[in-house]
């Protein structure tokens, strides 16, 4: 929950995050806390079984690793058809993925790109786009206007931009949220 007043006298504009993962390995657990620990006041869930939390907040994060040859991480799939029947109009949602860009280059992140699918039926507004600049993979369904959809973590290859790529999406996210 963010807290912003520009004088004592103007009203607070209190905006509730929920961040909402799904995570086989542990890597989407361990970037949504920080995530959370960047933002400063968000509550994290596993979404399997925390569907119904989901219209409880003003803004949403979402986050998933992306399996197999392009398939959502398995918490998600007994939830994903819950997203698009949801009524999102006038909220944020941002998304964060994980993937292996160099063993996985023509499904880099593509959970993201999922997740998108059924969050575009409910009227939310996506934020936090991301360049792919420093990446190297051929293609991705979380890619629009070649740009990422969320951020993208490769833990696999690249993790020690991990810390440094979160904290770069969650000073941008605060601007917009």
């Not at 807290?3 to 995570?23: C, Q, R």
């Not at 023509?106 to 792919?132: C, P, W, Y």
């Not at 991990?162 to 917009?176: C, F, G, P, Q």
């Amino acid at each position: 929950i963010y807290t912003l007043s520009l004088h004592d006298a103007l009203p607070i504009l209190v905006i509730k995050i929920g961040i909402f993962y799904g995570s086989t390995t542990g890597v989407c657990e361990d970037v949504a806390n920080k995530i959370a620990e960047q933002l400063g006041d968000a509550d994290v869930y596993n979404i399997a079984g925390n569907e119904d939390k989901l219209g409880d907040y003003d803004a949403l994060i979402l986050g998933t690793s992306t399996w197999g040859f392009g398939e959502l991480q398995a918490d998600w799939i007994d939830s994903v058809d819950a997203l698009g029947s949801l009524d999102l109009n006038g909220k944020k949602v941002a998304y964060f993925g994980s993937g292996d860009q160099s063993s996985f280059a023509d499904t880099f992140v593509d959970g993201i790109g999922l997740l998108n699918d059924e969050i575009e039926k409910t009227g939310a507004t996506v934020v936090g786009h991301t360049s792919t600049d420093g990446y190297d993979f051929n293609e991705s369904k979380a890619l629009v206007d070649s740009q990422f959809l969320g951020l993208a973590i490769d833990e696999v290859n690249q993790s020690d931009l991990t810390d440094e790529r979160i904290e770069a999406w969650t000073t941008e996210l605060k601007k917009v949220l």
